[in-house]
Structure formats: structure tokens, C-alpha cells
């Protein structure tokens, strides 16, 4: 493949990346740099310090005995009551990993039975139900972040195709848990919705800027159109003329054979999509209005190669 063919990606180490495209002599436009790493963070606790006080205090207490509790496990003899209470290993958040804060919290949720024995086997001050009861609203209200993270920096879904439907989906999810009725994280929510989405505004309201990702998804056999939110149906159209524009720009030819590609049931229950497009009423004046047309409305998985 020609670096020619390369239009964008997407990594958890930019600055790896970075350094390997510019070795090979490849010219690349960074987008939200700050000193050379990128910045994912949508929201931080403390920035919510001068509006929401109580907030702040309780993060900063349930946090405390986090920390507390995971620096006694990196000590052999803590670690070894922990084992038995636990029967396990804690995982401890790490700077450098990302989801690891995430991951060590909801460990501490999943154990919240035994919390009470260990911290009292390791004289550390007990959590109260108050802080307990937060660090399950914490995670409940990161999880779908959490796993996109997990599944964009995975392997088996590092498609630049995978990134608008993810994003899509993760504001659908976030816009769900408002009927949750937090009783302490409910400004939490906001906050990282509203970061959310002025992070990532370009791609939620499908800007020009971004048809090059709306490209990827549209023309994933699995994906299409249906990753399209109903609140921007009107950016059905534009989204089926740009593929229309871009197949007869490519000069496109239908191939024969097919294949068939499915997704697992964890694909299934993480994307959010609205009712199949309809298409089939339009009129068709061109070899690439039919093969679109013909692509978007076959119900089949199969890859894009044969259109």
C-alpha cells in the first residue's frame, strides 16, 4: 500500500506514530497537539472545584482511600492480606495506560463486600457507603467511554471506518444514563457530556472536514448508513451524495463473488443504530448512483470489494 492510500488514523500513542510517519518521509497534519501528545481528556474533577465543592470533597476523600489502599497493595506483606481476602491482585491505576483508573475503581466495585475486612486488616480509614456509592456512579457514567477507548485501541476494531459510529454511539449512551438520577455524580455527567462533545463537534455534526471518516463508515459493509442518528436525518442525503460524488470520482467497478462478514454479539450491543435507510425511491442517472444504491440497500454483509 502507497502512503498515498493512507488518509487518516487513529492510535492510542500518537506520538510513536508520529515518529514512524515522519521517518518515512510522510507529511501529516496533527490535530489537537499539546505538547506533542494528544489530549483525550474530556473533563477533569477538579474543574468542577469552584462550582461544585461537595463534589470535589467527596472525590477527593473517596480517591484518598483508593490510593491508599492500592499503594499497601505494591507491599508484600499488604499485598499478601489482600490475597486473602480478595483472592486476587488489585489493579492499580498507571499514568501512562489508559482506562487504568477506570479498571482499578471498578475492580474496588465488583470487591465492595470485602472492602470493609481489608481495610480493616490494613488499618486503613473505612470507605463510607456515601464514597462507595460514588465510585459505582463514577464508572457507571465512564463505562461507555471506557470502552470505546478499549475498542478503538484494540486490534480487531482499528478501522478509521469504526470511529463515527463509536463516537455516535457513545453519546447515545451517555444521553441514556440522564434518567439514572445520580445523587452524586449528576454534574459529572454534564461536564463530560459538554467536553464530549466539543471534542469531537466536528464529527458529531459530520462537518465537511470529516467526510474523509464519513467515507470509511459508510462504505463499511457493516456499518453503511445505519450508524446515522435519528436527530441528523437530514444529513442522510449529504452523506449519499458524497458517496455518489466519491464512487464516480474513483471511477468504480462492480466485481463479481462475495463473502459474507458478521459481528459478534459484543459489536452488537455496543452501536446504537436507528431503522435501515431508505433509499430505493430515488431516481438513478449514473453507474455509480446504481452501484451505490445497490450497496446500500443489500442487507447482506459482505465486503465493500464487490461493489
Known sequence: MSHECIVATVTDNRSNFVKAFKEFSITIEEQDEEDGNEDLSFVHIDSLVPEYPSLSRLNNATMGKCSALWNASGRPKSAEKLSEV?????????????????????????????LGDIMLKLNLPSFRDAELDYLEEYTKILKPIAVAIDRLQGQSSCYYAELLPTLFA??????ALRSSNFRYCSHLLQAIMDGFRSRFSSFLQLKPEVNEAIL????????????????LSGGKKRVHELMIQSAADLGLVMESGSSSTTADGEVEDF????????????STHSKAELETLQFLEDQSLGPVSIY
Not at 488489585?90 to 475492580?107: F, K, M
Not at 463508515?217 to 435519528?230: A, C, D, G, I, N
Not at 452501536?271 to 425511491?281: A, I, L, Q
Open 86 to 114: 480478595l483472592n486476587c491482585r488489585l489493579i492499580t491505576p498507571c499514568p501512562t495506560r489508559w482506562n487504568s483508573l477506570y479498571d482499578s475503581v471498578n475492580q474496588l466495585n465488583s470487591q465492595r463486600g470485602k
Open 170 to 175: 457513545v453519546e447515545s449512551k451517555l444521553e
Open 271 to 282: 452501536f446504537v443504530f436507528t431503522e435501515d435507510v431508505e433509499v430505493s425511491g430515488k
Open 216 to 231: 470509511a463508515s459508510v462504505t463499511h459493509p457493516y456499518f453503511k448508513m445505519r450508524w446515522l442518528p435519528q436527530q
